[in-house]
């Protein structure tokens, strides 16, 4: 099926399944421990060994030698891989680096070695007896430092830099000025469940139970690592213990486990130690963003430009910070420029909202100042500042924007009103209390996606795709399409997913998987209810499927009257046209955040949080605001402690692990409110829904900083909003 036109009247459209508060049908089988992860598949590999990482100990350079001797002589153990015998590896289409170092090391913590033993004690022990004896050379670490050095982010020019009109004609006169210059730190996923990979060989095939957002990405991927045809191998992730990207791509502990499964014969798993993850793995990239806007005095932008570096290992991408200066706000002359420096750190890559959350950081910063030099409410700044058509290309309206909608609804429901504009005036005891918002924005994405849909012999429904589930509900509301569409209660539908023997789907990530995946389930139910019409002897076009039943031409038969002599199936994809080009397709929002800071000590304390978010139809509201909710609560992470540590002279991240590195935790989290409008969005898909549940982390970050501002009078611009950053500049302690 092909989307080449809006959506009209659909089966969906009855909202009888869809669209109501539904619990995860997935939520029982983790709540009891019996959801198989990648690391328990006990049953189909019972006699599994157990594989150790070795990371590298240098960021760059090469290996002079390696002595496996007291490794291999060791209790238990039954491999030890390195690059010297684990024959010929490609790199992935997907991966910056080798997924297996040496001779040459181009990160620090790039695996080095798999020790594989009966136990998992064995093998960690083993490891220690490694010898690896390496040739450093000198790296370059820091961003900051490599700015001059940066080239452009993109060979194509026109995704690093974009300019309409003369914005430093314009900027040089504008009546009120803005010129800032704002910094964020590297961040790292901090998933709970680690990265984690069990191999089966069975002759020439691989069986891989991985945990992987992506499944095609992967499975194409590992074949051509290993160099073996693609239906050779087979990757099975029914359950994923949190991805937030770190999983889109094939990762080092599942090429270790094929590589070491194949040396043993016999089943190997393998699990990234909590302190390898974030070395050897992806993070989200440091930025430095200069924003620079032009406004009249009644506070309408005349002249806006974002510029942002960051960088990768060479190859590598930059974080596309700039993403929403380009479509945000009004402004006839405009210029976005990204830059893109080569360093020797692990690979940047995909984290929640890439591009939208870090870059939000630092642009609702910069509009709240503006709006202080304005002396104009932050709302209201906004508001004047709104656009129905693409800034950068006016003849491209937006497909659904209701960005006001959320600002007014957003402002009315916090009490926004109740908001001193001046700094450090309210005070609760010892608490300045503030009031902080910024805007919230993310690209609608929607990707090629198939399913298979069967009526089983019994009259129930089995949808088969292999799309993944990492812990937003997709199990539900692929559950719930199909019984919208076939007309059944939920509880007769099976959804199997994340297993590349089905249709491919559109994975996980970038905030298009829940859209998709759906848009591809409703294709394979209109296959299906085809087939199920033509087998009862009714008109495809007439049939209506509602309470178990169909009914046509006045007569209403029951559904499962269809397959009681064989299973009747639907399969097809999802495809999309032009309409992404014809139209803007985004998500709107707003953040309202209330802060208390200590007047003494500078903690800061969130009281209060208020999401409104525009996005669509909402399939299932209450895994949309878990899914909402939990990004707010990243979003608070961004703000006031998260910063992967770089140590600049030998280049790895210091804090590698979750004692290091700080996320928030239930005691770090208020009362979160979420809105959604009602709205739908027929250019989107036939599902008319978007994409959620990463537009709730864009912009919260800074509506915290502009909270703790309003609260104490200290602008922070370099994140994490930290204790010392407050300090020398809080109000004299009475």
């Not at 040496?102 to 490891?127: C, D, K, N, S």
């Not at 399969?571 to 999309?576: A, F, L, Q, V």
């Not at 909270?707 to 950053?725: E, W």
């Amino acid at each position: 099926m092909k989307f080449t036109t809006p959506a009209t009247t659909n089966p969906i459209d009855r909202l009888q399944v869809i669209g109501k508060p539904t619990d995860r049908i997935d939520g029982p089988f983790k709540t009891t421990g019996t959801a198989p992860y990648a690391y328990e598949q006990h049953k189909v590999a019972p006699n599994a060994a157990y594989g150790w990482v070795v990371g590298a100990g240098i960021a760059k350079g090469t290996i002079r030698r390696i002595d496996t001797r007291a490794a291999r002589a060791a209790p238990g153990v039954l491999a030890v891989i390195t690059h010297e015998n684990a024959g010929k590896l490609a790199k992935g289409k997907y991966n910056t680096a080798h997924l297996l170092g040496g001779p040459e090391i181009q990160h620090y913590h790039q695996a080095v070695a798999l020790i594989v033993a009966e136990t998992f004690e064995q093998a960690r022990a083993a490891a220690a007896l490694l010898h690896v004896e390496y040739a450093p050379v000198n790296g370059v670490y820091d961003l900051e430092a490599a700015m001059n050095a940066a080239g452009p982010a993109s060979k194509d020019k026109a995704k690093s830099t974009t300019k309409v009109g003369n914005f430093e004609a314009a900027f040089a006169s504008a009546p009120v000025k803005l010129d800032a210059t704002y910094k964020t730190p590297d961040q790292t996923h901090a998933m709970m469940e680690p990265h984690a990979s069990t191999a089966v060989w069975q002759g020439d095939t691989l069986t891989l139970y991985t945990a992987n957002q992506m499944i095609n990405w992967g499975k194409k991927d590992m074949a051509r690592t290993l160099g073996i045809p693609e239906e050779n191998v087979r990757l099975v992730s029914p359950y994923i213990g949190g991805g937030f990207g770190g999983k889109l791509f094939l990762r080092s502990e599942a090429l270790l486990a094929a590589l070491g499964a194949k040396a043993v014969g016999r089943p190997v798993k393998v699990t990234l130690q909590r302190a390898l993850m974030m070395n050897n793995t992806t993070h989200r990239p440091a930025t430095i963003q200069h924003i620079r806007i032009g406004a009249t005095r009644e506070g309408r932008i005349t002249a806006i430009a974002h510029e942002s570096w960051s960088g990768d290992l060479p190859d590598g991408g930059p974080e596309t910070a700039v993403n929403q200066t380009r479509l945000l706000y009004a402004g006839p002359n405009r210029f976005t420029q990204m830059r893109l420096a080569v360093l020797d750190l692990a690979e940047g890559n995909a984290m929640r909202a890439p591009g939208e959350a870090p870059g939000m950081m630092a642009l609702e910063i910069a509009m709240d100042e503006l709006a202080e030099k304005l002396q104009m409410d932050p709302v209201t700044l906004r508001i004047v500042n709104d656009t129905t058509v693409d800034p950068e290309k006016p003849g491209r309206r937006f497909s659904q924007r209701r960005f006001v909608d959320t600002l007014r609804l957003g402002a009315e429901r916090f009490g926004w009103n109740r908001r001193n504009p001046k700094p450090g005036q309210v005070r609760d005891g010892r608490w300045l209390v503030g009031y902080g918002m910024a805007a919230a924005f993310r690209n609608n994405l929607v990707m090629k996606s198939a399913a298979r849909v069967r009526l089983e012999r019994d009259g129930t429904v089995t949808v088969e795709t292999d799309m993944t589930d990492i812990g937003t509900g997709t199990y539900t509301i692929v559950g719930q399409t199909a019984a919208e569409m076939l007309g059944v209660p939920l509880s007769r539908v099976t959804v199997r997913l994340g297993d590349s023997a089905y249709p491919v789907s559109a994975g996980s990530g970038g905030q298009w998987g829940g859209n998709s995946s759906t848009a591809g389930v409703y294709a394979a139910c209109v296959k299906l209810r085809e087939n199920v019409a033509k087998k009862l002897g009714l008109d495809p076009a007439q049939a209506d499927f509602s309470g178990g039943m169909v009914r046509a031409g006045g007569k209403a038969l029951p559904l499962e009257q269809a397959s009681r002599e064989a299973d009747v199936i639907g399969e097809d994809t999802m495809e999309y046209g032009d309409l992404d080009k014809r139209y803007q397709q985004s998500t709107f929002g707003a953040h309202f955040v209330e802060v208390a800071v200590d007047a003494a000590t500078a903690e800061v304390r969130v009281r209060r949080m208020l999401a409104v978010c525009a996005a669509g139809r909402i399939l299932n509201p209450k895994s949309a605001r878990s899914q909402v909710i939990g990004a707010m609560t990243m979003g608070v992470g961004a703000a006031l402690m998260e910063d992967l540590v770089v140590d600049k002279r030998a280049g790895f991240f210091v804090n590698h692990d979750l004692a290091g590195y700080e996320v928030p935790v239930h005691a770090d989290i208020p009362h979160q409110e979420v809105i959604f409008l009602d709205e739908t969005d027929p250019v989107s898909s036939p599902m008319k829904a978007k994409g959620v549940g990463e537009l709730g982390i864009c912009g919260v970050a800074a509506a915290v900083a502009n909270a703790i501002y309003n609260a104490t009078g200290v602008r922070v611009r370099d994140y994490p909003v930290t204790l010392d950053k407050l300090l020398p500049g809080m109000p004299r302690y009475a």
